[in-house]
């Protein structure tokens, strides 16, 4: 959520800003804005309400001169998204900042600056931080000390990227809680809230830890811990494909990253494999110990990845034998919690940054879980580095923010991690050969992709749906509603179909369009009577039903055909075809596909 590109090179940079900008578009934003200092010791900015190529518009309108530079998109938190709202937000044309995150005690601090004379133009937060600094540099001259100093008032979790006319060719950047890079160019230096950003100027980059601080001038850099004390950080060469921000033949991100599933799952399989056993050496020297006395499991995540983890739990008791508890990260940090001995805590993160997913993951750090483990689709994220135990699900980069890949290989992980578990299940062998499979289900479920667009015209003018799905399919069903109400803003929910006479059934008629998966798996018939509950009360049903499934299509009973699918894969398979339909529903109803509204893609606040 939010993006930040800041630069200071030999070169006019503002280009440079907007192109970053461009490739943070994923992330979800509502505003866009940009500030350049000259070598006049003067700041001029941009901001627009909207789309980045509405600030591009402005810039070709009113070019903007000069070799340092900072841009953001925001995502609103605190203030409406409006011009007056948006980043930079400035301090006597004197210093400029662009803020990711919250500032918690916001509040008292605007009360004092107001006490002392400055008038405030916006709603937000971030105005609070650059009067802040303009304030300490009438105390102290040095740019860096009134950086430092303000971060020690601040509570919240936040990255900022700071510029100042008197010091044309610096930019000072925090990460405090939320991701931050440097970029290593050549006589140029760079900060981005993703390396994705930078990737037109350079793939060296340094990952910003926790606390840090930088002094990034043309004659170098120098990185500060939160003791303030200098320190160097490891450089690393990141191999990005470039093409990696483009969607080539494909009409959005999303039907792209739905498409390269099939790569996505059987790179995450790759070296882990064996042809009758798991290779446990990925996960980390500890991990065969660890193992050893697990006897339970905790499951935290947010949205998409809790539903992975929901999943999991049907895996890891039925085959494993494992008690599993899964819960929502927000909700896990204020409760009270008994933890039964020997649990194993894992967190499930595609970007690795997810606010409430890290404070679970550090709230369970100090408390008596036997280890923890993070699932994650990024190698430099916080919950990687700060997890005992990793699994990475190599789904590649992810632009559209309802994810599709990055919840296929989460699942993949949590079934290699099932297997690994027990590792000496009599069906191990089978199992392996099946999951080797995987691939090539999912190919034969994307053939289906033109009868689903057909089918998807069926919701173009609805509002309701409703999702149903038994057992291990509820989560799947789950899946399917979020994605539905993501991408097309139809209003959507899941229930397991067995809850139906509970009170779901006092909302179907003709105008609510029902979806169901029906895998040939043991609930099969207990599914069929729950659909005729549903054809009864005159409801139109979309059933996608394995080929062996004996359901066929009359009427409002419509049906997609899928093929045959072990047991143990069917919640992987049969989530294809639901991402499939609310692509093709958000297309028809026009919506914004990769970057749905008021949503973005890594969640860094709470």
């Known amino acids: 959520m939010c993006g930040i590109v800041g630069a200071c090179a ?58 340092t530079g900072i841009a953001h998109t925001r995502w609103a938190t605190h203030g409406k998204p409006s011009e007056l709202n948006a980043h930079p937000h400035l301090s006597n044309d004197q210093i400029a900042v662009v803020h990711n995150g919250i500032i918690e005690n916001h509040e008292q601090l605007r009360d004092e600056l107001v006490a002392a004379g400055y008038q405030l133009t916006s709603e937000t937060d971030t105005e609070i931080v ?17 950086v430092q100093c303000v971060v020690k008032k601040l509570r919240g979790a936040f990255s900022l990227a700071i510029t100042d006319s008197g010091h044309p060719g610096r930019i000072i950047a925090v990460r405090c809680g939320s991701p931050l890079v440097l970029g290593i160019g050549i006589g ?71 498409y390269e599933q099939p790569k996505a799952v059987l790179d995450t399989l790759e070296s882990r494999l064996g042809d009758t056993c798991i290779y446990k050496d990925f996960l980390g020297d500890t991990a065969k110990d660890v193992f050893s006395q697990v006897q339970n499991i905790h499951i935290v995540a947010c949205g998409t990845s809790y539903h992975a983890g929901l999943v999991a739990r049907y895996w890891l008791e039925s085959i494993a034998k494992i008690s599993c508890q899964v819960e929502i990260a927000s909700e896990y940090r204020y ?81 290699l991690l099932t297997l690994t578990f027990d590792s000496q299940h009599e069906d191990l062998s089978t199992f392996i050969s099946q999951v080797k499979t995987l691939p090539e289900l999912i190919k034969s479920v994307l053939a289906l992709d033109e009868n689903i667009r057909l089918l998807a015209e069926n919701f173009a003018d609805k509002q309701h749906a409703l999702f149903l799905g038994r057992g291990i399919e509820y989560p799947i069903a789950l899946e399917g509603a979020l994605k539905l109400k993501e991408l097309s803003y139809i209003h959507a929910e899941a229930y397991p179909a067995g809850e139906l006479k509970h009170g779901p059934l006092a909302l179907v008629d003709d105008q609510m369009p029902v979806v169901a998966v029906a895998p040939n798996d043991q609930l099969l018939e207990k599914l069929k009577s729950n659909l005729q509950e549903v054809q009864a009360r005159g409801g139109e049903l979309f059933v996608f039903a394995d080929r062996e499934a004996a359901l066929s299509e009359s009427g409002h009973f419509h049906v997609i055909s899928m093929p045959k699918v072990p047991p143990i894969l069917s919640p992987i398979i049969y989530t294809i075809p639901l991402q499939l339909l609310a ?24």
């Open 10 to 67: 030999q070169r006019d940079v503002a280009v440079i800003l907007l192109e970053g900008l461009k490739r943070l578009e994923y992330r979800g934003y509502d505003s866009a804005g940009i500030a350049i200092l000259d070598d006049n010791q003067n700041i001029s900015r941009l901001r627009t309400l909207g789309k980045v190529n509405q600030l591009i518009e402005a810039y070709e309108k009113q070019p903007l001169l000069g070799r």
């Open 130 to 146: 650059v009067h802040l600094i303009h304030q300490q540099l009438e105390f102290t001259q040095d740019f860096l000390k009134a």
């Open 188 to 258: 140029e230096l760079f900060v981005a809230s993703d390396c994705l950003a930078l990737m037109p100027v350079t793939q060296r980059f340094v990952y910003l830890e926790e606390n840090d601080t930088v002094d990034i001038q043309l004659k170098g850099y120098q990185i500060y811990d939160k003791d303030d004390q200098a320190i160097e950080r490891v450089i690393e060469t990141i191999d990005l494909n470039r093409d990696v921000a483009e969607k080539g033949e494909f009409r959005h991100f999303m039907q792209k990253e739905i």
């Open 335 to 415: 409760r009270e919690k008994v933890i039964p001995e020997n649990t194993l805590f894992i967190c499930i993160s595609q970007s690795g940054e997810t606010a409430d997913t890290l404070a679970a993951l550090h709230q369970a750090k100090g408390l008596n879980y036997l280890s923890t483990l993070g699932i994650c689709n990024v190698a430099q994220s916080s919950l990687v580095r700060e997890a005992e135990l990793v699994f990475m699900t190599r789904a590649g980069v992810e632009i559209g923010v309802a994810s599709t890949k990055g919840f296929t290989t989460q699942l993949v992980a949590l079934l």
């Open 583 to 606: 692509y093709h529903v958000a297309v028809i109803k026009g919506t914004d596909v990769d970057q749905p509204r008021n949503l973005a893609k890594s969640v860094t606040v709470e």
